[in-house]
C-alpha cells in the first residue's frame, strides 16, 4: 500500500466516510498536507498512529484496497479554478473517482489514449478544441465509443446543446457549473453504462 493517502482511501482505511476524515483533518486530530491543487494527503504512517490512539483497528488485509477498480474521470478545461474545483470534488467524492486534468486538446488527446476515462467532462469552447469533432471521435472509435462524454460550456443555448448530443454528448451543462448535478449525473450515467 502507498504512503500517502487520499482522504477517500484513508476513509476506506479507517472504514469512515471521506467527510468524517476532512472533519478530522480539519479539527486537527490528523496531520494533512494539500497537493499545489489544494487536494488532502495524508501521510499513512500518522493516520495509523492516529487510528491507534483511537482505538481504531487497523486492517489486517490492505491488498483489497489497492485492488479496487476505481472509475477514471478525464477533466479537459483550460481555466485552472474550474478544473481544481471539479477534480477536488470528485477526488473527495465517496465513489473513489481516479481523476486526472488536461488543459488543451494535444494533451486531452493523449490522456484519453492512455488513462482510457469512462468519463469525460468537456469544455468544448477551448481554442483548440472542436466539441463536437472531439465527441464524434470517441463515440466512433470502438475503443472509446463507451466513454461517457459530459458537455460544459458557458456560451451554449439548448439548440446547441442538442446539437452537440446528436455528435455523441451523454449530457450537457451550463457554466457556472452546479457540482451536485454534475456528481448526481456521473452516478446515472456510470449506473446505465
Known amino acids: 500500500m502507498e504512503d500517502v493517502l487520499t482522504v477517500y482511501k484513508a476513509g476506506k482505511y479507517c472504514n469512515v466516510s471521506s467527510q468524517t476524515i476532512i472533519n478530522w483533518v ?6 494533512a498536507y494539500k497537493t499545489v491543487g489544494g487536494h488532502r494527503r495524508i501521510k499513512r504512517d500518522v493516520l495509523e498512529e492516529f487510528m491507534r490512539k483511537q482505538g481504531i483497528p ?4 490492505t491488498k483489497a484496497l489497492e485492488a479496487e477498480s476505481r472509475t477514471r474521470i478525464l477533466v479537459v478545461d483550460d481555466d485552472p479554478i474550474i478544473v481544481e474545483t471539479i477534480v477536488q470534488a470528485l477526488e473527495e467524492d465517496e465513489h473513489n473517482y481516479e481523476v486526472i486534468s488536461a488543459s488543451d486538446g494535444f494533451e486531452a488527446g493523449l ?4 488513462f ?3 468519463v469525460l467532462i468537456l469544455d468544448i469552447m477551448m481554442p483548440d478544441i472542436k466539441g463536437y469533432d472531439v465527441c464524434e471521435k470517441i463515440k466512433s472509435d470502438p ?10 460550456s458557458a456560451y451554449l443555448d439548448e439548440e446547441k446543446f442538442t446539437w452537440m448530443k446528436e455528435h455523441g454528448a451523454d449530457v450537457c451543462f451550463s457554466k457556472p457549473l452546479p457540482l451536485p448535478q454534475l456528481k448526481m449525473e456521473i452516478s446515472k450515467l456510470l449506473e446505465t453504462g
Open 26 to 31: 480539519e479539527s486537527g486530530h490528523i496531520t
Open 58 to 61: 487497523l486492517p489486517f488485509e
Open 111 to 114: 490522456q484519453i489514449s492512455h
Open 116 to 118: 482510457h476515462p469512462h
Open 143 to 152: 475503443a472509446t465509443r463507451d466513454t461517457k462524454i459530459i458537455v460544459l
